[in-house]
């Protein structure tokens, strides 16, 4: 029995002081063996909306993107956006962020995403659900950014609180800047409408024009006059592609997130 007593009281000093020294919070205990990453989705697909998006703002009315002129393009694009529930967003390398590959579902109307960003060697898994977000990444993330070896260890591969990764506000200014409704509002002045190859699809009709010191070209596809492809060229370099357009994203809400304190 005196053996048993002397095993449990160890036990229970040293969970005291692995509790008690702990530099990181979250809502349930101080280092969890396992750490699901998400629990039941805060956003699922809306009953009738499984694959065609809303087109209620701007409605084609059996007219083809070609067949209408430059101004009347953009008035019906503007509105189709704006009508969006949900889509997913591919943006390719953008030089001045440093970030190489994002690829986010979005939904704008309740300000939610999940993301997977690609900066260097590095890749981080990103959440936001309405004013909160978080970010999961490696053990050798946090070192980069000078987190001491131990408190990395605790941090890597955890969802953290956004505030403590110093690359996060980039991320968020590159994903505002490359949604459709930013996106067809950052012309300098009235695009005009071309037609351009687009690979797989062959001619597709898009508006072009000057825009952030270079040029930006919006590929158009089918009767709502929805975004399919974004190019901006000159310092903001970069390509865009939507997809799933009209669907709402499902967004994960990370269970037992870190916050940090340093």
């Not at 946090?142 to 131990?150: N, V």
């Not at 506000?169 to 351009?196: C, I, N, Y």
């Amino acid at each position: 029995m005196r053996r048993g007593v002397s095993v449990g009281l160890a036990l229970a000093g040293l969970l005291s002081v692995l509790t008690g020294c702990s530099r990181f919070e979250n809502r349930n205990d101080a280092f969890p063996d396992r750490w699901p990453t998400a629990t039941a989705p805060v956003t699922a697909p809306a009953p009738g909306r499984g694959t065609t998006p809303p087109v209620s703002g701007a409605p084609g009315g059996g007219v083809r993107p070609d067949a209408l002129d430059a101004a009347e393009l953009l008035r019906r694009a503007r509105l189709a956006v704006a009508d969006l529930q949900g889509l997913r967003i591919r943006i390719g390398p953008d030089a001045r962020s440093g970030i190489s590959l994002v690829d986010a579902g979005y939904n704008p109307r309740e300000n939610t995403y999940t993301a997977i960003v690609v900066s260097g060697r590095f890749t981080r898994d990103i959440v936001r659900i309405g004013p909160d977000a978080w970010v999961s990444a490696s053990m050798a993330y946090w070192m980069d950014l000078g987190w001491p070896e131990s408190d990395a260890q605790q941090l890597g591969d955890r969802y953290v609180a956004a505030t403590v990764d110093p690359n996060f506000d980039a991320f968020e200014v590159l994903l505002e800047q490359s949604v459709p409704e930013f996106v067809l509002t950052s012309w300098d002045g009235r695009p005009e409408k071309v037609t351009v190859q687009a690979e797989g699809q062959g001619p597709v009709t898009a508006l072009k024009g000057r825009a952030q010191g270079g040029e930006l070209t919006v590929h158009l596809t089918g009767e709502a006059i929805l975004p399919s492809r974004a190019i901006f060229t000159g310092s903001r370099e970069r390509s865009i592609e939507y997809s799933e357009l009209g669907i709402p994203q499902p967004v994960l809400a990370p269970l037992n997130p870190v916050f940090p304190t340093r």
